[in-house]
């Protein structure tokens, strides 16, 4: 099937999850039955519009992927790693640490309440972030009351980039030769492949991008429809919707809208109707409701996390740094630590200042958080350069497109503090790429350097896959041994251990928690940091509800919301300054219990108190 028509069907449910979310969540009717029966409503109109409009002419601009070319070794490699992904998904518990500690952990708040409030929580960004990937999980949690499967939605996403990439490519002018290469070298990026598997919300918003883009490119033999415009207006607003990084992108896609000037003013109707659709599914509300509710529009008043750059200059640069040396961050590096402490040093304090404590660093793996096209894609594109530079060629609008893709970049490197840009960025390397791409000559891919280096790619993103912690396709207790006896320190085996041993159980790191609280608490208090896997307390789904235990609240607070029992952070008390006697004087009950749990590899063994009222 076409890339393009299996993404018209992803920006279709994408954008009824999310108005059928925002619409029955603000009527408070968020439950199993209205959402299934305006679900299928939504999807039986659309998908029959898609048919009726595929049968209405014959397509005459088709670029998917004939199934000769799985005969080729990228193809084969993609297909590989794709199975990879899929294999690591269906064997783990989603570890994605940002989707454990508030992204499902609203969804869940969410439906428990039948539908959005503002939580009472410790962790503000259940409030503030892009709500989008949420409403597209709800189905998960509602019918199926599990997360098992949360990751076939970017593992979807991921089989259609080597098609939107291609298309995307060519009506920018780029050479088929070219375009053909790069439709599955960029894929194959380590953020990319890592996030497939993943429940992360960064790589889905690449389809998003890239479809609302490819809608409003024109080719020779095709022209922008009605139904162009309108998809692309909704893609645009889901890629914005998904995370509030990606509002700069809408730049260059507003360069592109404008240049559709004729088809938007004769159907200006239809087009200022599904404008408005695209901003309900996009960041709008979720900037509307932070305005509301803390008075200022991105949340961060909020969340009292300054991410903003404080020296133009100095977050271009620190920018600059972190995204190459994320990007060049080798797969496998045990020597991090070390060099890690010899960046610190050299760092100048005036670029470190405008980041949190940590941000310049590396990892002795390659890791899901700050990956981003990964150092292969980056060597082969280098070696592309050295080896294929040749006149450039680019249309027009491709030209333009890739200015305003860097101008958006500079944008976000200018204002952003976030210390993980590799990642950040996934939704638009396709749009950076396209510079280089276009100085490369057709024949450039007929060497057998070339050929060689290539297979670096497939090669390191597949090893990527299987090692990473999360989801390891290995026995892990064969790669302790291993690292025994080729006699590396203790340090790094203890590090390569524990490691492991946290990523694998994050899914489910309050279990042994859990299991000291009696089965039929369907109410349970929570005093935490923000920073803690709340996620992993919700287990089994649908079972018990979570409610947070905040600066402010009193023991009749608690009894109002059916709270009986707790669980009680120490190393939140720590932050706040207090004891537990003091806790426990301000809140009452009785500690009845206590464990120590391993939340963070970074982090030492965290203890936690079970805390109980008559």
Known sequence: MNSLKVARMAVLYAALAALAGWGLGFLGLLKPWPYVLLMTLGLTLGFSWLWMEGNRKKILFKLGVHSRYYKKLLPASFLLLALLALAGGLLYTPANFDGLTY?????????????????????????????????????????????????????????????????????????????WWWM??????????????????????????????????????????????????????????????????GLPWLYLFCCQWKVIFRYKVLVFCAGFLGLV????????????????????????????????????????????????????????????GVLDQILPSAIKAQYNPGAFGFSELQMEESAGLGMAVCLVLILALVLGAGRPRLSIRGWVLSGLGVAAVLVFAVTSALTTPARMLLSCYPLLLLPCLACLSPSFGRSWVW???????????????????????????????????????????????????VYGNRGRSFEPLLNRIPSDVAVLGFYATGDAPETAL?????????????????????????????????????????????????????????????????????????????
């Open 103 to 179: 992204r499902v952990s609203r969804v869940l708040h969410w439906i428990s309440d039948g539908g959005w409030h503002w939580i009472h929580s410790s962790n503000e960004r259940m409030n503030t972030r892009g709500t989008v990937f949420e409403w597209m999980s709800i189905p998960f949690f509602m019918l199926l009351k599990s997360d098992r499967l949360l990751f076939l939605l970017n593992w979807t996403a991921f089989l259609l980039l080597p098609g939107l990439c291609f298309r995307f490519f060519r009506l920018c002018g780029l050479a088929a030769r070219t375009s």
């Open 184 to 249: 599955w070298l960029v894929p194959m990026g380590y953020g990319y492949a890592l996030q497939a598997g993943s429940i992360g919300n960064d790589a889905i918003a690449c389809v998003f991008f890239l479809s609302s883009l490819i809608w409003l490119l024109p080719s020779r033999v095709k022209v922008v429809q009605p139904s162009d415009i309108v998809f692309s207006l909704l893609a645009i607003g889901l890629t914005t919707g998904v995370k509030a990084t990606n509002l700069v992108l």
């Open 281 to 340: 599914v996009s960041f709008v509300p979720t900037a509307a409701l932070n305005h509301l509710y803390c008075g200022d529009w991105s949340g961060m008043a909020a969340e009292g996390n300054d991410i903003a750059i404080k020296s133009p200059l100095m977050g271009f640069i620190g920018n600059g740094f972190l995204l190459a040396s994320q990007n060049f961050q080798p797969f496998v590096m045990p020597m991090a630590a070390k060099f890690t």
């Open 451 to 501: 050929k060689l280096g290539v297979c670096l790619v497939p090669i390191t993103a597949c090893l990527v896959v299987i090692l990473t912690p999360p989801r390891p396709l290995f026995p892990v207790p064969l790669l302790n041994r291993i690292v025994k006896v080729i006699g590396v320190s203790d340090t790094l085996t203890g590090r390569v251990e524990k490691v492991y041993h």
């Open 538 to 614: 919700w287990r089994p789904f649908g079972q018990r509800k979570i409610v947070h235990i905040l600066e402010g609240d009193s023991p009749a607070d608690l009894q109002d919301k059916s709270v009986h029992m707790a669980v009680v952070s120490d190393y939140a008390m720590y932050l706040k300054g207090i004891t537990l006697n003091e806790w426990l004087g301000t809140y009452g009950g009785r500690v009845v219990d206590s464990v120590l749990l391993e939340l963070k590899a970074s982090q030492s063994s965290e203890l936690w108190y079970v805390v109980a009222w008559p």
